[in-house]
């Protein structure tokens, strides 16, 4: 079988009866949101339901700036903002078919909307330019299989007065949100779980138990295939690939899946060389879709070849890239800079000063807006960069980026292998899903692990998957809706602009994950198929850069300098809020929280900065649900940041690492010794090697033969000799000395004594 080709102010508001539609533009304008309120067995709303409506557009306000439209009908009740990337004059809703029977409110793109309203019976027109519309005729047509061809983004509420029926559907990936609760009288729903509080009969909860039972918010290393978690009780989200069709009358509720991730092909004859070049199709095509609008978009540049690739198929785009003490040392800000002028394209490095710290208020509204207790350093800096395209150039109302290709390209092989190339990857999978297996059955856990040659067949486990690979494919699937997707549709909303995302294109998708088992190492290992997609698209330096984590990697002590000086300023306000509901103390212990966040701000490389911060986060939550915050967009301000313009970077580097790298300053008049938790050791039967140990294991290897001034230095930090005499003694000069002695400082490999 061949691989298929790819084709390439303020506001005021009334009732509304199905004709008649109250429009509102917001006098303090600055992605759409979608909200509303149903009864079951055909009560009609009351009044209430105005002022519900009312305080749900204003919660989402931040959403869709440029349009506000209300409609109360009976027993429905539809809100809706709206942020204007096609038909910016034309399209508002909601959009209501012309025989009037089905009503419509869709947040997110139709990318192929013209080519589906070719499609459509001769007789139909279509009556404004939104990209949306088609979503009622086709729905008229084709019925529950209307979704099938549709390809985009969007999260909608359609409502058929002729079947009595509300329907709720997403797009195959849930990249955009929508929220709902219900008990036995109504529903009400919501882009964002922050506007169902408008109502009082939503509970305003958070679900400690569902949460700390939750192996992603743990970062527990197995396969996760449980339902997307809203964090919130009695909150429920809309899955993905799905349309759910509630029956008015009742209350009740079916299900109809469109979408589901392919198997690998067990009959492709496909070639590599074919298999690349409908990658680069179905890329080439996504990008044009996504770029396609009818106002500016922008585009962060990482300098990671997935940004790259988008950079090089959008044409001419502003880009963006963040310039912090992390992406100095891995790289990535250096790797921006030059791709970007490589391709030509005109690049912003927004600078984060060396000591730029979240403060307590701008913490909590970034957490209020993101409404995850896995809101952390990606999500800020996110944010941050959202908020200062905005703020540079105002007409930028969606951003191209390059995320969501690591989880189907291959692009954590390395991350997650327990050993070398695709059969190390393998081999941890077989580990994730063994630990799967054993949760099922924990008492078995202590049969496994105890030797290194195994005691038991992972059939007493009840078997194990035959292909860890596509559980590996299903558990990065959910993951991408339970982070990746959240937070890039909250940072980017939260700033009136709407992410788009190429890499996440059902065409793409099912492509890479259909690939034969037997070829998979030779197209998937390290992203491998997508850099021969790009070559001749892009250079080939850009190409062969490997992976590194966005905020993670060399730079991670930065990071977590920062967000420890967030968590401790102001006597650690934000853990001691944290620590003050009832119900965050039924689960927290607060002397080990404060114990842990002591022994981060004494030693920064201590690994609990981001589960620390998710329970904390938990904690901040639960507060902020007992007294409700502001609205996101009136806390919303102009971007503080700056950009640093770079001309030379090899010239300007140590420039910009001042700028951005906290570094510890070198007192020659000072006593230093090892770390207390770092050892010096060489062996007998290596008189060249040594080794540096942090906790038993081994961190760092000095070769005697290159490196033998800076082993006698080290060896000769007694804390009791000044730096100064030791120096002298090994013969070496300050500044010789200086940079290695900043690292080891920076990392408590070395301390003052």
Same mark, same amino acid.
């Given at each position: 079988? /061949?691989?298929?080709?790819?084709?390439?102010?303020?506001?005021?508001?009334?009732?509304?009866?199905?004709?008649?539609?109250?429009?509102?533009?917001?006098?303090?304008? +600055?992605?759409?949101?979608?909200?509303?309120?149903?009864?079951?067995?055909?009560?009609?709303?009351?009044?209430?339901?105005?002022?519900?409506?009312?305080?749900?557009?204003?919660?989402?306000?931040?959403?869709?700036?440029?349009?506000?439209?209300?409609?109360?009908?009976?027993?429905?009740?539809?809100?809706?903002?709206?942020?204007?990337?096609?038909?910016?004059?034309?399209?508002?809703?909601?959009?209501?078919?012309?025989?009037?029977?089905?009503?419509?409110?869709?947040?997110?793109?139709?990318?192929?909307?013209?080519?589906?309203?070719?499609?459509?019976?001769?007789?139909?027109?279509?009556?404004?330019?939104?990209?949306?519309?088609? @979503?009622?005729?086709?729905?008229?047509?084709?019925?529950?299989?209307?979704?099938?061809?549709?390809?985009?983004?969007?999260?909608?509420?359609?409502?058929?007065?002729?079947?009595?029926?509300?329907?709720?559907?997403?797009?195959?990936?849930?990249?955009?949100?929508?929220?709902?609760?219900?008990?036995? /009288?109504?529903?009400?729903?919501?882009?964002?779980?922050?506007?169902?509080?408008?109502?009082?009969?939503?509970?305003?909860?958070?679900?400690?138990?569902?949460?700390?039972?939750?192996?992603? @918010?743990?970062?527990?290393?197995?396969?996760?295939?449980?339902?997307?978690?809203?964090?919130?009780?009695?909150?429920?989200?809309? *899955?993905?690939?799905?349309?759910?069709?509630?029956?008015?009358?009742?209350?009740? @509720?079916?299900?109809? /899946?469109?979408?589901?991730? *392919?198997?690998?092909?067990? &009959?492709?004859?496909?070639?590599?060389?074919?298999?690349?070049?409908?990658?680069?199709?179905?890329?080439?095509?996504?990008? %044009?879709?996504?770029?396609?609008?009818?106002?500016?978009?922008?585009?962060?540049?990482?300098?990671?070849?997935?940004?790259?690739?988008?950079?090089?198929?959008?044409?001419?785009? #502003?880009?963006?890239?963040?310039?912090?003490?992390?992406?100095?040392?891995?790289?990535?800000?250096?790797?921006?800079?030059?791709?970007?002028?490589?391709?030509?394209?005109?690049?912003? #490095?927004?600078?984060?000063?060396?000591?730029?710290?979240?403060?307590?208020?701008?913490?909590?509204? !970034?957490?209020?807006?993101?409404?995850?207790?896995?809101?952390?350093?990606?999500?800020?800096?996110?944010?941050?960069?959202?908020?200062?395209?905005?703020?540079?150039?105002? &007409?930028?109302?969606?951003?191209?980026?390059?995320?969501?290709?690591?989880?189907?390209?291959?692009?954590?092989?390395?991350?997650?292998? =327990?050993?070398?190339?695709?059969?190390?990857?393998?081999?941890?999978?077989?580990?994730?899903?063994?630990?799967?297996? @054993?949760?099922?059955?924990?008492?078995?856990? +202590?049969? $496994?692990?105890?030797?290194?040659?195994?005691?038991?067949?992972?059939?007493?486990?009840?078997?194990?998957? &035959?292909?860890?690979?596509?559980?590996?494919?299903?558990?990065?699937?959910?993951?991408? +809706?339970? $982070?990746?997707?959240?937070?890039?549709?909250?940072?980017?909303?939260?700033?009136?602009?709407?992410?788009?995302?190429?890499?996440?294109?059902?065409?793409?998708?099912?492509?890479?994950?259909?690939?034969?088992?037997?070829? %998979?190492?030779?197209?998937?290992?390290?992203?491998?198929?997508?850099?021969?997609?790009?070559?001749?698209?892009?250079? =080939? *330096?850009?190409?062969?850069?490997?992976?590194?984590?966005?905020?993670?990697?060399?730079?991670?002590?930065?990071?977590?300098?920062?967000?420890?000086?967030?968590?401790? +300023? &102001?006597?650690?306000?934000?853990?001691?809020?944290? !620590?003050?509901?009832?119900?965050?103390?039924?689960?927290?212990? *607060?002397?080990?929280?404060?114990?842990?966040?002591?022994?981060?701000?004494?030693?920064?490389?201590?690994?609990?900065?981001?589960?620390?911060?998710?329970?904390?986060?938990?904690?901040?939550?639960?507060?902020?649900?007992?007294?409700?915050?502001?609205?996101?967009?009136?806390?919303?301000?102009?971007?503080?940041?700056?950009?640093?313009?770079?001309?030379?970077?090899?010239?300007?580097?140590?420039?910009?690492?001042?700028?951005?790298?906290?570094?510890?300053?070198?007192?020659?008049?000072?006593?230093?010794?090892?770390?207390?938790?770092?050892?010096?050791?060489?062996?007998?039967?290596?008189?060249?090697?040594?080794?540096?140990?942090?906790?038993?294991?081994?961190?760092?290897?000095?070769?005697?033969?290159?490196?033998?001034?800076?082993?006698?230095?080290?060896?000769?930090?007694?804390?009791?000799?000044?730096?100064?005499?030791?120096?002298?003694?090994?013969?070496?000069?300050?500044? /010789?000395?200086?940079?290695?002695?900043? =690292?080891?400082?920076?990392?408590?490999?070395?301390?003052?004594?």
């Amino acid at each position: 079988m /061949r691989v298929p080709s790819v084709r390439t102010g303020g506001t005021r508001m009334h009732p509304c009866s199905r004709t008649a539609w109250t429009e509102c533009r917001m006098e303090w304008c +600055q992605v759409c949101g979608i909200a509303g309120v149903t009864s079951w067995g055909g009560a009609a709303l009351t009044d209430d339901a105005d002022v519900l409506l009312r305080g749900m557009a204003d919660t989402l306000a931040h959403r869709g700036p440029d349009d506000v439209r209300l409609l109360r009908d009976h027993n429905v009740g539809l809100a809706f903002t709206r942020l204007s990337l096609v038909a910016p004059t034309d399209g508002g809703q909601p959009l209501v078919s012309p025989d009037g029977s089905v009503v419509l409110i869709a947040n997110g793109e139709v990318y192929n909307h013209r080519e589906l309203e070719a499609g459509l019976p001769s007789g139909v027109r279509m009556r404004t330019r939104s990209d949306c519309e088609v @979503l009622l005729h086709l729905y008229q047509r084709d019925g529950l299989s209307f979704l099938d061809h549709v390809n985009g983004m969007f999260a909608f509420v359609l409502w058929d007065r002729r079947r009595d029926v509300l329907l709720f559907g997403r797009d195959r990936f849930g990249i955009k949100p929508l929220y709902f609760h219900r008990d036995g /009288r109504r529903m009400v729903f919501a882009s964002e779980i922050k506007a169902l509080f408008n109502d009082p009969g939503t509970p305003r909860r958070l679900d400690w138990d569902g949460a700390l039972n939750d192996l992603g @918010l743990s970062a527990t290393p197995s396969f996760i295939h449980d339902p997307v978690n809203t964090w919130f009780e009695d909150i429920e989200m809309a *899955p993905a690939a799905t349309i759910m069709e509630f029956r008015l009358a009742d209350g009740s @509720l079916t299900e109809h /899946r469109y979408w589901s991730l *392919p198997g690998a092909d067990r &009959q492709s004859d496909a070639s590599d060389a074919e298999y690349v070049a409908a990658y680069r199709d179905a890329l080439t095509a996504s990008v %044009r879709d996504c770029a396609s609008a009818d106002a500016e978009l922008g585009l962060f540049l990482s300098g990671g070849i997935d940004s790259a690739a988008v950079a090089a198929l959008a044409g001419r785009v #502003q880009t963006y890239s963040v310039l912090t003490g992390a992406t100095v040392l891995n790289g990535d800000a250096e790797w921006s800079h030059r791709t970007a002028r490589m391709l030509g394209l005109p690049n912003e #490095q927004v600078l984060f000063d060396v000591d730029a710290v979240p403060g307590v208020e701008e913490w909590k509204r !970034l957490l209020w807006l993101s409404e995850t207790p896995l809101c952390g350093p990606e999500a800020y800096y996110k944010y941050e960069l959202h908020k200062y395209a905005r703020t540079r150039h105002p &007409q930028i109302k969606g951003m191209l980026l390059g995320a969501a290709s690591d989880e189907f390209n291959g692009g954590y092989m390395e991350t997650y292998a =327990e050993g070398p190339g695709w059969e190390g990857f393998m081999r941890s999978l077989d580990g994730f899903a063994r630990r799967t297996a @054993l949760l099922t059955r924990p008492r078995y856990a +202590q049969w $496994y692990g105890i030797l290194d040659a195994p005691l038991l067949r992972d059939t007493a486990l009840g078997g194990r998957p &035959q292909d860890p690979y596509e559980e590996y494919l299903r558990w990065k699937y959910r993951s991408l +809706q339970q $982070y990746n997707v959240w937070h890039e549709d909250r940072t980017a909303a939260g700033n009136g602009v709407e992410a788009r995302v190429p890499f996440l294109d059902h065409r793409l998708v099912e492509l890479v994950a259909s690939v034969p088992v037997d070829r %998979r190492a030779g197209l998937l290992s390290d992203k491998r198929i997508l850099r021969l997609a790009m070559e001749g698209i892009l250079p =080939e *330096p850009v190409l062969s850069r490997p992976k590194v984590p966005f905020y993670h990697g060399e730079g991670r002590l930065h990071t977590y300098r920062t967000f420890t000086a967030m968590l401790t +300023q &102001q006597d650690n306000a934000l853990v001691e809020e944290a !620590l003050s509901t009832d119900r965050a103390r039924e689960f927290l212990h *607060p002397d080990g929280v404060r114990e842990n966040l002591a022994r981060l701000h004494s030693d920064r490389e201590h690994g609990a900065l981001e589960l620390l911060l998710r329970l904390v986060n938990m904690g901040l939550l639960e507060s902020m649900t007992r007294d409700l915050p502001p609205a996101p967009v009136t806390g919303r301000t102009a971007s503080a940041l700056s950009s640093v313009p770079v001309e030379d970077w090899d010239a300007e580097a140590e420039a910009l690492s001042a700028r951005t790298l906290h570094r510890p300053a070198v007192d020659p008049g000072a006593v230093y010794a090892l770390g207390p938790d770092v050892l010096l050791v060489g062996r007998a039967d290596e008189e060249d090697t040594w080794y540096v140990l942090v906790d038993g294991s081994i961190e760092f290897v000095i070769d005697r033969a290159s490196e033998e001034l800076w082993l006698k230095v080290l060896r000769a930090l007694d804390g009791v000799t000044p730096l100064a005499k030791v120096l002298a003694e090994a013969g070496c000069s300050l500044d /010789r000395m200086r940079p290695l002695l900043t =690292e080891a400082l920076e990392h408590r490999l070395v301390v003052a004594a």
